[in-house]
């Protein structure tokens, strides 16, 4: 059994009926942000959204803005290369959370110290 089928998308219009309002509101913003007559050009606008789509793994989103990018445009070597941009900026935030964790743990570390027993830090 697989949890993702290409025919989810077809969707949109039953969660629509269940909850109107707020899947009119996404489909509004969602126009708005992949309209043709911004200054950030369609085929830029797709290739961004395919690396986010990539960095978050959403295979639905990978589908949608693969084709919405091809459609603007963009070459496979185009899609590609925005795969490997997500992959890096995706591993730089790691690596900035491993300096936050270090912090932390220095900073904890040095509380432990003056801490009474018992007492936790919650923030």
């Given at each position: 059994?697989?949890?993702?089928?290409?025919?989810?998308?077809?969707?949109?219009?039953?969660?629509?009926?269940?909850a109107?309002?707020?899947?009119?509101?996404?489909?509004?913003?969602?126009?708005?942000?992949?309209?043709?007559d911004?200054?950030?050009?369609?085929?830029?606008?797709?290739?961004?959204?395919?690396?986010?789509?990539?960095?978050?793994?959403?295979?639905?989103?990978?589908?949608?803005?693969?084709?919405?990018?091809?459609?603007?445009?963009?070459?496979?070597q185009?899609?590609?290369?925005?795969?490997?941009?997500?992959?890096?900026?995706?591993?730089?935030?790691?690596?900035?959370?491993?300096?936050?964790?270090?912090?932390?743990?220095?900073?904890?570390?040095?509380?432990?110290?003056?801490?009474?027993?018992?007492?936790?830090?919650?923030?």
């Open positions: 059994m697989t949890y993702q089928h290409p025919s989810d998308l077809h969707r949109v219009g039953q969660v629509r009926d269940l109107k309002t707020e899947a009119d509101a996404f489909l509004a913003f969602h126009a708005a942000v992949f309209r043709d911004g200054v950030v050009p369609r085929k830029d606008r797709e290739l961004v959204a395919l690396a986010v789509a990539t960095a978050n793994r959403c295979a639905y989103c990978i589908d949608t803005h693969t084709r919405g990018a091809a459609e603007a445009g963009a070459t496979g185009e899609m590609t290369e925005v795969a490997f941009v997500a992959a890096a900026v995706s591993a730089g935030g790691a690596m900035a959370h491993g300096l936050l964790s270090h912090r932390l743990h220095r900073d904890q570390q040095g509380h432990a110290k003056t801490a009474p027993t018992g007492a936790h830090g919650h923030g």
